[in-house]
């Protein structure tokens, strides 16, 4: 069974402000204090896991161990099906130290017009790590499907989310609401199986 989180303060074990802000979004239900890493001078530590799950372990871990307070992780990202699964845990390397996502959509868009297919399918993973100072862990993994579009569209949400269109959509997640995406993507499927197993007892 799954430990269940009770403490009141917990911090989200990453840098990117985009991802800090839609996981503070789908925390607000639970009365919970968020605290990004970096507000406490935390340090990004190596991602050199070869899966999401074992990335977000990584840094969940390193922050609950660094702060004293519980940590959670997320580590996402895309993957292009005809690509043999790239960028996928390489998805924010693609984006290059200035976090130029647009040169990242750009690459993928590169990458499939050499590949020589049609084949456009693609899903995000999120892999959701809660983690203690004590080295306790938890792991939650969730997938959206859909398709790759170009050119990117929508100024909302983050990363690869212009060029992304969930199946049974028209819009891009960057053209969505966010609070409709919320609602449909890899991170909230992540997310409803933490709280299912953490938070809903």
């Known amino acids: 069974m799954a430990r269940i989180f009770r403490e009141r303060k917990l911090v989200i074990a990453s840098h990117n402000r985009g991802k800090v802000r839609e996981i503070d979004e789908l925390l607000q239900p639970y009365e919970v204090d968020v605290i990004a890493a970096a507000s406490l001078g935390l340090a990004e530590p190596v991602e050199d896991g070869q899966s999401f799950s074992e990335n977000a372990c ?19 990202g895309l993957v292009a099906h005809v690509l043999g699964g790239e960028p996928g845990i390489y998805s924010a390397r693609w984006a290059g130290p200035d976090k130029n996502f647009y040169h990242a959509m750009a690459e993928v868009e590169r990458r ?53 269109v969930a199946e049974g959509y028209d819009l891009t997640f960057g053209e969505m609401d966010p609070s409709e995406k919320h609602a449909i993507n890899h991170r909230a499927d992540a997310f409803r199986k933490l709280v299912h197993a953490c938070f809903d007892r």
């Open 112 to 164: 499939l017009g050499r590949a020589g297919s049609d084949d456009r399918r693609a899903h995000f993973t999120s892999a959701l790590c809660l983690a203690w100072p004590d080295g306790h862990a938890e792991v939650f993994v969730g997938r959206v499907d859909g398709r790759l579009v170009w050119p990117p569209r929508g100024k909302n949400g983050f990363g690869y989310d212009p060029m992304f």
């Open 58 to 76: 990584i840094k969940a871990l390193a922050s609950a161990t660094a702060s004293d307070l519980p940590a959670l992780a997320d580590d996402s």
